[in-house]
Each structure stands twice: as structure tokens, then as C-alpha cells.
């Protein structure tokens, strides 16, 4: 159990997009080593903390259940509305929820049939349990109000499972504002 401060700051940092990679484990920073001098209750809070690592990790070691490394969040992008001729913008989270390093190649892989997405390509490696956030990673702009438009754009990495994950874009292209 993490203290209040660090559960307030666990939730505020990612919303307020402060940082582009924060760690969500802080040493020192658990409730069973705070405010005791003790030095026989700290040896057991230390024990129970090496339990209580064990029992939380739950970053996938054994693949055999065909779990992705990689994951995204949002996992498929919404833009709506889109007017036309106007840029509009999404940003993209991607995550490593493997216990190795995730490298980041290549997002070459574009699906747009009315050639108006742009698609921001990062590359580079994230850390286990870490994630990127790549802002913006789409920018859409419409030719004219078409209305409910699917595109999408494919991820490769060296997740020994998921090597290409494709990113789903709807747009809803509308009239721009008078």
C-alpha cells in the first residue's frame, strides 16, 4: 500500500502530462517502513515488503498465456468531430507491460484511404512496466465532411508476440464551423 501523497501523485502526473515516463514503484515509499524506529518491526517490514513485491508482480514473466509486451492506451484512437480542412490532433500512449525492454522500430504501416492522416513516427526503446507517451501521434485533417471515416496505423517492436500492433482511427470528418 503506497502512502496518500504517492497515490495523489501516482493519479496526478500522467493527467496533467508532466512527465513523459514516470515510476509508479518509488524505494523507500510504502507504508510498512514509515514512522516506526524499531529496528525488529523495520527487519519485518522489509520481510513483508519482499512479500508484498512478489505477490504484486504481475508484469506477465511467464508469456505462455500469449499476453502482448506492448500495449497502447487509448487502445484504438477517437476523433470526433473533425471538421474539415481543420488539423486535429490525438495523442498515444504506448506501454511495455513485459519484464524486458520494448524497442520501439519502425510505424511505417499506414492505412488511409483519403490521405489525410499523418501519423508521427517515435522510435526508441521503453523500459519493463514503463510507457511513452508520443504527443501528438496523429494529426487528421479532412478533406470535406465524409462523415464516419476508419483508418488505422501498425506498431513494430520486438515483442516476441505482437511484433506489429495496428492502431485503429475513427474519425468523424464534419462540415467545419461557420
Do not use: Q, Y
Given at each position: 500500500?503506497?502512502?496518500?501523497?504517492v497515490l495523489l501523485l501516482t493519479l496526478l502526473f500522467p493527467l496533467l502530462g508532466c512527465i513523459s515516463?514516470?515510476?509508479?514503484?518509488?524505494?523507500?515509499?510504502?507504508?510498512?517502513?514509515?514512522?516506526?524506529?524499531?529496528?525488529?518491526?523495520?527487519?519485518?517490514?522489509?520481510?513483508?515488503?519482499?512479500?508484498?513485491?512478489?505477490?504484486?508482480?504481475?508484469?506477465?514473466?511467464?508469456?505462455?498465456?500469449?499476453?502482448?509486451?506492448?500495449?497502447?492506451?487509448?487502445?484504438?484512437?477517437n476523433i470526433d468531430p473533425a471538421p474539415a480542412h481543420v488539423p486535429t490532433t490525438q495523442d498515444l500512449?504506448?506501454?511495455?507491460?513485459?519484464?524486458?525492454?520494448?524497442?520501439?522500430?519502425?510505424?511505417?504501416?499506414?492505412?488511409?484511404?483519403?490521405?489525410?492522416?499523418?501519423?508521427?513516427?517515435?522510435t526508441g526503446t521503453i523500459a519493463p512496466g514503463k510507457f511513452q507517451d508520443v504527443a501528438p501521434m496523429?494529426?487528421?485533417?479532412?478533406?470535406?465532411?465524409?462523415?464516419?471515416?476508419?483508418?488505422?496505423?501498425?506498431?513494430?517492436?520486438?515483442?516476441?508476440?505482437?511484433?506489429?500492433?495496428?492502431?485503429?482511427?475513427?474519425?468523424?470528418?464534419?462540415?467545419?464551423?461557420?
Open positions: 500500500m503506497k502512502t496518500p501523497i515516463s514516470f515510476d509508479r514503484e518509488w524505494p523507500g515509499m510504502d507504508d510498512d517502513s514509515a514512522g516506526d524506529d524499531d529496528a525488529a518491526d523495520d527487519d519485518a517490514a522489509d520481510d513483508d515488503a519482499a512479500d508484498d513485491d512478489a505477490a504484486d508482480d504481475d508484469t506477465g514473466d511467464d508469456d505462455t498465456g500469449g499476453e502482448p509486451d506492448i500495449s497502447t492506451l487509448p487502445a484504438a484512437i500512449r504506448i506501454r511495455n507491460d513485459g519484464t524486458a525492454p520494448l524497442m520501439i522500430s519502425a510505424m511505417p504501416e499506414v492505412s488511409d484511404d483519403h490521405n489525410m492522416m499523418t501519423v508521427h513516427e517515435w496523429v494529426t487528421v485533417t479532412c478533406p470535406s465532411a465524409l462523415g464516419s471515416v476508419v483508418n488505422s496505423f501498425s506498431i513494430i517492436s520486438d515483442d516476441p508476440d505482437e511484433g506489429v500492433l495496428a492502431v485503429t482511427v475513427n474519425v468523424n470528418c464534419t462540415a467545419p464551423a461557420m
